[in-house]
């Protein structure tokens, strides 16, 4: 997946199959390939400040990032969107803190921080040459 980076929001979220070209991007979630997925009982909503929406389901799944693995991570499946259809990305990757976050889960980094796969809970962007 190639995730867009949104440090205005704190949530992770991937298209689902039912989602087709609404949610843009090329690659979709299906659960059936992963032995680490688990569904909730919650759905999820997000209105972003530029008016797009997207809407799905919350479940937990092993997500790699950077050589970094986070098992039991919480994420969104989408099932629907508005206004994201031009996008090239998979979904977004959401970087603020937990208090923003639709179902009070941790964030990714906030994750791998508890789980000691980083020393402080920060990032940092590098724009190579």
């Not at 999820?44 to 008016?51: E, H, Q, V």
């Not at 929406?53 to 092993?62: K, L, P, Q, R, Y």
């Not at 099932?79 to 009070?104: E, H, P």
């Amino acid at each position: 997946f190639y995730s867009q980076l949104d440090t205005g929001s704190s949530d992770l979220w991937v298209p689902g199959q039912q989602c087709g070209a609404a949610c843009g991007g090329n690659h979709t979630y299906n659960p059936s390939l992963s032995s680490t997925y688990k569904a909730w009982n919650k759905n999820f909503t997000i209105l972003y400040g530029d008016g797009t929406t997207t809407s799905g389901v919350f479940a937990n799944d092993t997500v790699n990032i950077a050589g970094i693995s986070i098992t039991g991570q919480p994420f969104a499946i989408i099932s629907s969107a508005s206004g994201m259809s031009w996008r090239t990305n998979d979904g977004i990757l959401g970087l603020g803190y937990q208090k923003i976050a639709q179902g009070g889960e941790n964030p990714l980094v906030w994750s791998m921080y508890l789980a000691g796969q980083l020393t402080l809970p920060i990032f940092c962007f590098w724009f190579g040459p």
